[in-house]
């Protein structure tokens, strides 16, 4: 085995990263060692890359240095004493909600909002290297029939998947309005067909983003940044006069919680994923939530593990095509340019996939095609 590996580590408190040698993480006793295939690059990494207000205040300067990324796919190389699960060979990705086990929501089958919850790569070294030490509990077996480009972005596909079914699954051939255009809301516009929503709108602003939900099964698209076009009309005039069963807010600003819940019909569903740089109070609370009656579902994470059951059988049957929302894909030492992908405006990139193996990236280009 070796001792020495490659990562991508944020050295100082400041913007960007370095990729130098560190040592390969030791697993305890209830972790296993991850050699990674693929691992893509989440907007929490930006945030983090960037070292903004929020990385500073959730990260700080004393856990420093630490390994970026969360999202993964890889082989198992070793466990450790206690680990029940994983097996040297396995094929894995990692759930990146770290549960405690012990706290209520842990106990009644909400461990994806544990109370003493811990992330992947935030809390702890992530998997932007090329081996990984991750806990037995969150270890998620892949099917071999998912390429690694795919396997590694269940963890936001699965953000997606979890929002569009929601609490009930009671989603097919109600009519569905997704707000915003990143990578997670363009999962979900492929998922929200799968899953029979009908018609989906998509409300974004950028050309790019915008073809790609196109190709994912959006019937309608609404520019969020055309003045010219009344948004709530036009759905309204698409929805018989009632609005959207089911609004998803991907983007987390002012405008689209304002439009979010004036899209709503009475009695829909209103699903809170976005997340708001400060607490937004625009809200009509009375006409926008009580007398609509509606349920409003936030989002943190994904099932433990119901959604991952359902994204494996989505990808490994090959009904589910994410193809387009994989724009980009890089050898891990070329880690800036995706994150100057990430960044830049307006958006050319959707989903951004890194390699540790120069093997494996040419591998995944020859199935990009
Ligand atoms: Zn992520
Ligand atoms: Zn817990």
Redesign the pocket.
């Known amino acids: 085995m070796a001792e020495k590996m490659k990562a991508v580590v944020k050295t100082r408190p400041k913007g960007g990263a370095e990729f130098i040698e560190v040592n390969v993480p030791r697993i305890s006793q209830d972790q296993v060692l991850v050699k990674v295939r693929a691992t893509s690059i989440c907007g929490t990494d930006v945030h983090i890359y960037k070292w903004d207000p929020w990385s500073e205040g959730r990260i700080g300067r004393k856990k420093l240095p630490q390994i970026l990324g969360h999202e993964v796919a890889g082989e198992v190389v070793e466990v450790g004493s206690a680990v029940r699960r994983a097996k040297v060979g396995d094929y894995i990705s990692a759930e990146t909600h770290i ?5 209520i ?2 106990l009644t089958g909400q ?1 994806h909002i ?4 811990k992330i992947l790569g935030v809390d702890c070294d992530g998997t932007f290297a090329e081996y990984l030490a991750v806990p037995d509990s969150v270890c998620w077996v892949n099917d071999r029939a998912i390429p690694p480009e795919f396997a590694s972005v269940q963890e936001p596909l699965g953000n997606a998947t979890y929002a569009v079914l929601g609490e009930d699954y009671n989603v097919p051939g109600r009519s569905m309005a997704i707000i915003g255009d990143g990578p997670i809301a363009l999962f979900a516009v492929g998922v929200a067909r799968l899953a029979g929503a009908v018609p989906i709108f998509l409300v974004g602003k950028y050309e790019f983003n915008m073809e790609i939900a196109r190709k994912m099964g959006a019937d309608h698209l609404l520019y969020a940044n055309k003045p010219d076009v009344d948004r709530i009309a036009y759905l309204k005039d698409h929805t018989r006069g009632f609005g959207a069963d089911i609004v998803l807010d991907m983007a987390g600003s002012p405008q689209a919680l304002e439009e979010g819940f004036k899209m709503l019909r009475k009695g829909g569903r209103f699903t809170a994923f976005g997340i708001a740089a400060e607490s937004p109070t625009l809200l009509d609370y009375n006409n926008g939530i009580v007398f609509k009656g509606a349920q409003v579902h936030g989002i943190n994470g994904r099932k433990m593990f119901d959604t991952w059951f359902r994204v494996r059988n989505f990808l490994a049957s090959g009904r589910l095509d994410i193809s387009p929302v994989i724009t980009h894909m890089f050898a891990l030492k070329d880690f800036e340019k995706g994150f100057e992908q990430m960044m830049v405006r307006p958006r050319h990139s959707a989903k951004v996939v890194l390699f540790p193996d120069s093997e494996e990236l040419k591998g995944a280009k020859k199935r990009q095609g």
Do not use: R, S, V
């Not at 549960?99 to 706290?103: A, D, L």
């Not at 544990?114 to 919850?117: E, K, V």
């Open positions: 549960p405690c086990k012990f706290c929501q842990c461990e544990c109370a003493n919850l």
